[in-house]
């Protein structure tokens, strides 16, 4: 299967700053999903991104706050924006195989607002 | 609505026995079932997947589960649990219309005791 990898696995960012996080994989993907996580707790989706489209927003997730690029078909960014200590999560990104019909993850970045 | 229910926040076990940890889901048309493993500070691993055929899956690990269509239930189990399986696991399912996004259990951690 294809690999993900996922940077950085974990900062520590001041309050009003931004944070881009990068996902890439080692093959060619059509759909690639960004969720957030609270420890010990169940992924919440926060959008869907298809590369030459813009993505897909989930309720409570917007644009301004969560802007992702999709420059390719290898390749997204998840910007966390103006944070604030409630940003402060696990974010993962993952992808689609459509030959095997399962859904991979990175291995997740660990973000703390202060 | 489609929706996964994990009853169990945590299980455990002594390592040895048998362990099975359950998922309940609903969804409109034939489901694609997923269970995936979740091991602290890492991303999520996945264990196995049912989509048609046998209802027994095996899946990495000496996992497996079995999909019951009458109970709607897919519980993972595993016949002899080593400390090594304690971590967070999650079931997750996808309807044949979701546009490939995964709805997601609440998780259950597992707890293997020596």
């Known amino acids: 299967s294809a690999v993900i990898s996922q940077k950085p696995s974990r900062d520590i960012c001041q309050r009003g700053t931004s944070l881009t996080i990068q996902c890439q994989v080692d093959?060619?993907?059509?759909?690639m999903f960004w969720y957030r996580q609270q420890p010990g707790q169940s992924l919440t989706l926060i959008a869907t991104?298809?590369?030459?489209?813009?993505?897909?927003?989930e309720s409570g997730f917007v644009i301004d706050k969560f802007p992702i690029s999709r420059p390719n078909l290898t390749f997204s960014t998840l910007t966390v924006s103006n944070m604030s200590p409630e940003d402060s999560s696990i974010y993962l990104c993952?992808?689609?195989?459509?030959?095997?019909?399962?859904?991979?993850f990175g291995a997740g970045t660990r973000l703390s607002v202060l | 609505a489609q929706s996964v229910a994990q009853p169990e926040d945590q299980v455990n076990v002594a390592e040895g026995n048998p362990l099975t940890v359950k998922c309940t889901y609903s969804?409109?048309?034939?489901?694609?079932l997923f269970w995936y493993v979740q091991y602290p500070n890492r991303g999520l691993q996945f264990l196995l997947k049912?989509?048609?055929?046998d209802n027994l899956v095996k899946g990495s690990y000496g996992f497996e589960a079995e999909f019951n269509k009458s109970q709607t239930s897919f519980h993972l189990k595993k016949p002899s649990a080593l400390v090594s399986d304690s971590a967070l696991y999650f079931c997750?399912?996808?309807?044949?219309?979701?546009?490939?996004?995964?709805?997601w259990g609440a998780g259950t951690k597992l707890i293997i005791k020596p």
């Open positions: 993952s992808f689609h195989d459509r030959v095997k019909n399962i859904q991979y």
């Open positions: 093959s060619q993907v059509t759909m």
């Open positions: 991104a298809n590369q030459g489209s813009e993505a897909t927003y």
């Open positions: 969804v409109s048309g034939n489901p694609y």
């Open positions: 049912y989509i048609t055929g």
């Open positions: 997750a399912v996808r309807g044949m219309d979701s546009n490939y996004q995964l709805i």
